[in-house]
């Protein structure tokens, strides 16, 4: 493996995205950062870029120093390495589900370039810095790319979030309702309001599982309309409305988590309007899955929230485009396939949780682009909103300064879906089958090209010296 301090990479490209805008530039990287994005000539040749290296060059390194020359193809964009604030990666202790290696490998293959760990499912749960550190150990030398850790609010850890936060999680998860783990309960409203409290003095952020127990019915059966009828939007909407009174009320920055229902986003949008700090993220499976597409029995669609119909999906997408919601994160949250229960098809026993770290991209930008969206939009929604969200400054867009995460995009390439591309440790997801859009080439990390057997991740710790004026 290279050592990364003394590389210098150099990529041209008829199309990097840049935050003015799709640009033919050429980008130069040392120690691991942009350096520079020098906008060149469109459509020249080769022989008048700015810099004098023969086509011999290209992708080589050349003779004379550490440099890589690489040139994309006409076919390619460059884009910012994407953000990924919402994995389960379940290691340790539930490593049989996925695990640091292959959620990264696929990360990496899928072009995310970080993964923040949620703080369940893996056993410990990240509740204490004890946990963290357990947590840590596991994930060292067999991440390929960068991993942060969001903390955990529970019933009895008020005492031990001070300690989390020093140590360096990006915030703190909730849930209001059961969480399908023991280990991980959810805060009632008391419970809720003082950890909202905490957070504001600690000045970080609470990420919530928004749904309202008294809401939520006995799911049980293969009928995929009474599991959405079990979960209404009704559920979202009390949940979120009492968020969003309590952030009011504490000043926390708050966060809705894998947000489903449209319902909620008129509420979102009021109270943004007002100056509380809140904001949302979705999930690629809100945005291109519908309901009515779900058979019964279909258990590989579960999750909770559950996905709603195709005019709910709508208005999620115009919720983006008003920036009521600013980010769209994988909620990667796999088990063994037997845990999904595809032999009974039963919706109340099946584990509920969607594989898409690898997908992401792809899934949604070939809905985004029949929407009439454009890259810098799912760019903006999928690498550079989340990295403002978690205060990773260096990451989510290419410019001098930040860490050169950077993905080689075909967002003309077409492909089907299949089990034998997917990195993942296993390959359950309900999108195979499916015709996407947009291929990952190549995926750098810090300059590095990354993938599987690549470990050069690195393990990040949140910038404690969080702003009110940091929240997208
Ligand atoms: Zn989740």
Redesign the pocket.
Known sequence: MRGESSSELVIRARRVLTPSGMRAAEVRVEAGKIISVAEIPDRAGVSSWPRSVGKDDAAGRSASDARVFVELGDDEVLLPGLVDT?V?VNEPGRTDWEGFATATAAAAAGGVTTIID?PLNSLPPTVDSGALEIKRAAATGQVAVDVGFWGGAIPGNERQRRGLHEAGVFGFKCFTVDSGVPEFPPLGDVRLAEAMRQVAELGSLLIV?AEDAACIGAAAGSRYADFVRSRPDAAEVAAVSRVIELAEETGARVHV??LSSADVVPLLAAAQADGVPITAETCPHYLTLAAEDVGDGQTQFKCCPPIRDAANRDRLWDALAGGVISCVVS?H?PCPPEMKRLDTGDFGAAWG?ISSVQLGLPVVWTAAAERGFSLADVVGWMASSPARLVGLGGKGVIEPGRDADLVAFAPDERFVVTADRLLTRHRLTPYLGQELRGAVRKTWLRGVQAGAGQQAGRLLLADRLFTRESAT
């Open positions: 919402h389960h949620m599982h988590l894998h909620d949250s949780g």
